[in-house]
């Protein structure tokens, strides 16, 4: 082991100037949303969040926002004290309570350990073979390899104290700190590493750098850095170190190496160690943990103030408290020996090492100095607000008050090739050659007020810069340019000359670039302050550095005149400590360092190797909402995956499509220049404005493919490739192949149901004619055979009539002629009505019956018989229906035998609401009637008339008339006992008024032509 020799020889050569500025830190504290103000360890994870663990849970930060997991997220113990970021998109999180997983779609998934309920858990590393290797206090180290947990093997569990860190290598080595010295475990053995010439050092963190050597920051022994080739160097407060206790330690990607302790922060870069407290700017000192992103953005975790992120060492401001005389630097000014003046507001002239300073006790007409110039005589002339003043050594040589401009504020100086110098004043133009001050010629010369800037270009020709525009001198006299030329309204208040040998201007309100023609206005950005251009200046690079009330801008000349942009911006988060500039405090000098004034302080900008700004940023959508509010997408989505946390498969129905998108771009370092853009395949192509909004929402869908893209670009200007995201929306039901199904054949159906039920109405219609006409035609026959009866009942009544006159019998004739008067009266009356009440009908069947009985008294007899409870007045039949049957009975079922025979017509209660009419006779029977072949044209005409008009009537719906018959009726040896005919009526059949007119129909009249 060996001390750092040339440490201990530089540090207190360097220590002093080291200390003499201040840096720029962001301070994160919960009042920005970490989870807690004490940062134990610090990680950063494959997607480039990083996370940050505390005393009250584990906290992801993405550049501007944190999302906390703690014990509501089923964290087992507040307290982080270890992450470890896997492959697979998840965060292990070491706490003093156990082992979890952290998941990309939130929850956290216990690991269980071996042994104890609540293991503390104090580091966590991934080996070379991509095993987690889980510091456990008391219980040595653990290896989880995928499948099973176990104790790493070799590890002395008998002697080695708790492990407090852990480091792998490449080669699949592995440093083990413990509370009681280091360990060297390989291929299952450890071994004892000696630190400061002891084994037990107490171990609190380690690194490797680039070169391989292993750094171990200890308690009480400072650090420890194991080269290659097996040498120790030891680092203490000896060295430079703040204090022997360190906490923590990193590498950067510039293989300096950072310590963290209680008192701050020392960095050791190559040789040199400089140190970082509250005197150069940390808002707190008391620092935890150390932490290099992927970017070489440096981090710190504080005990008890939050996180701060060092903005680096681009540029550094100095202040009183370091060593200049004011805060208000005006002007600089390098004298011969190299070192720098500085013209303050109200303190007047210092030099920046503070060794020397002039003021108003030292000859200064004023202490508010606006300019400043070293002239080819090596002396430095400043112009202030009482005049001029000329310095030699650091001393004050008064000038003539004839030369002086006392009473006059001097506000820019320049010297021509030939000795003369120009002074732009408020009250005007002026020159001092050879002893003799003069005010500037011409007509354009006597309107110069408030000349903020001269310039002399390389034609030769003199610019000023005043308070209503820019004037030019050339051999052809004054030209100016105000607003009415194309210049913005107010005040000119620099100029600068790029290498092309283009003037350029800084006004009130943009930037001016005169070129061949019309000067061109340029904006830097939208904001008023950033086009509120104080300073100009041209670095050796080429490249124009202005400025501004709102930061620092850095632009490429050529590309802002192609396109107006390319502009850099920096700003506290880059490490100025004020945004707003003084006007014409700038400054180059021999070593390319860019110095300005600002009004927090002198910064100074050293060129640096170029960062890679133009990096695309890391891009992921984060979350996904569903009506602006966060939702689970079990049953609507096949999956999550595991990486992002999305759903995936998303299928969402058409009333409900109302999605945010929530996604960031990862800037840890600059995340304000981060802007997006973002379009939705399947709902509009085209790419919308860029925004620095992270959301992005969409609404009233229609159903279909959509697939979300965003892409970011952060300050190097460039775009990234599309994230995207795709998922469908499902179809209504109106709109789904089976509805269209359903409809085509609904509509083929209905159509085809309109058209049958037409078809079907005029084939019913054309039936209810037929039948109609039919029971017109049956109705009109019935009327005639009511009219004209049966010739042969006529003819044989007439005959009877004669016979009983013949015989003097006029009693009998009376009687047989009244009856049959009445009946063919009756008959009369029937046939200009269709229907009849069967009273009516028995009445006439009863005149029948009497009549053919006087005639045939000794062939047969008749029984009319009508049962209690029939309503003979109400029922309702077509005339003439009976008398048929009750005919045939007689003529072809009694007459033909030769025996005395019997009609019986019963009229009875049928079933609910109708009248049973039964028509009996003994006779021979129908069947011996029909083989008979008895010929009776008129009787059977009158029954097929008869029943063809109840088959009509009933068709026709106008009444239920059911006639079963004629039937023959047989006795249970077989013999015929003879014929039958069973009439059913409708009980409550219609009116003679009220009813249905058996002419016309129901409805309508069938002979209409």
Known sequence: MRRSAPLL????????????????????????????????TLAQDGQGFL???????????????????????GLPDAQVNALLPRPDGSVWCGTGGGLVRLRPGGGAIPIVLPGADRPRITALATDARGRVLIGVEDRGVLVHDGMRVRALEGFPTDTAGTVRSLLCLADGTVYIGLRNGLLRWADGRCDAVALGGVTGANVSSMAQGADGTVWAATYGQGAFALRPDGTVDEIDEGDGLLQNNVRSVAVDHRGRVWLASKFGVNVIDGPRIRAMTVNQGMPNDNIWSVFVDGHGDLWLGTDGAGLLRWTGDRFVTWTQRDGLCSDQVMCMVADSAGDLWLGTYGNGICRMDGMAQVSTLDGLPNNTVWTGLRRRDNSLWFGTSDGLCRLRNGLVVPLPDSLALHDDRVLSLLEDPDGTLWCGTREGLFTLREGRLLRAAGPVAAGLRSIR?????????????????????????????????????????????DLRGRVWAGTADGLLCFTTGKPRVMRLATDFGSNYIDLLRITGDGRLWAGTNNGLFQADPDSLLANGGGAVHYSTGDGLLSLECNLNAAHVDGRGRLFLGTSGGLVVHAPEPERHDDDTLPLHITG???????????????????????????????????????????????PEHVVYRYRLLGHDNDWLPETDGRSASFSNLPHGHYVFQVMAMGRGGRWGLPVEYAFDVQPPFWARWWFFALTGAVVIGTVGGVARYRSTQRQRSERTRQLMLRSRMLQLEQQALNANMNRHFIFNALNSIQYHINKQDRATANRYLTSFAKLIRKNLDASQSDTTSLAEELERLELYLVLEHMRFKDRFRYVLTVEPGVDTLHVRLPAMMLQPYVENSIWH????????????IRVSPGGPGRVRVTIADDGLGIEQSKARKQTGDHISRGIEITKGRADVLRNLQVTDIRIVGPEQVQGSDGRVLGTRVTIDLPGNGPSPRHGTDLRTGPGHPIFET
């Open 9 to 40: 020889t530089l540090f207190g050569a360097l220590w002093a100037p080291l200390c003499a500025q201040h840096y720029g830190f962001i301070h994160y504290s919960t009042r920005e949303g970490l989870a807690q103000s004490q940062v134990r």
């Open 51 to 73: 996370w940050v663990g505390t005393l009250g849970g584990a906290s992801r930060f993405d550049g501007r926002s944190f999302v906390n997991h703690a014990l509501q997220q």
């Open 453 to 497: 800037a001269l310039l002399r270009d390389r034609d030769g020709r003199l610019w000023a810069a005043h308070e209503n525009g820019v004037a030019r001198l050339d051999r052809a006299g004054w030209r100016a340019w105000s607003t009415g030329d194309g210049l913005p309204a107010g005040a000119v208040f620099c100029l600068v000359e």
């Open 624 to 670: 996904l909402r569903w009506f602006l509010r966060p939702s689970g997408w079990e049953g609507r989505s096949t999956g999550t995956d595991t990486v992002s946390g999305l759903p995936q498969g998303l299928l969402l129905p058409y009333e409900r499509n109302h999605l945010t998108f929530d996604f960031t771009g990862i800037s840890l370092s600059d």
């Open 893 to 904: 079922g009694i007459l033909p035998t030769e025996r005395q025979g019997q009609v019986t």
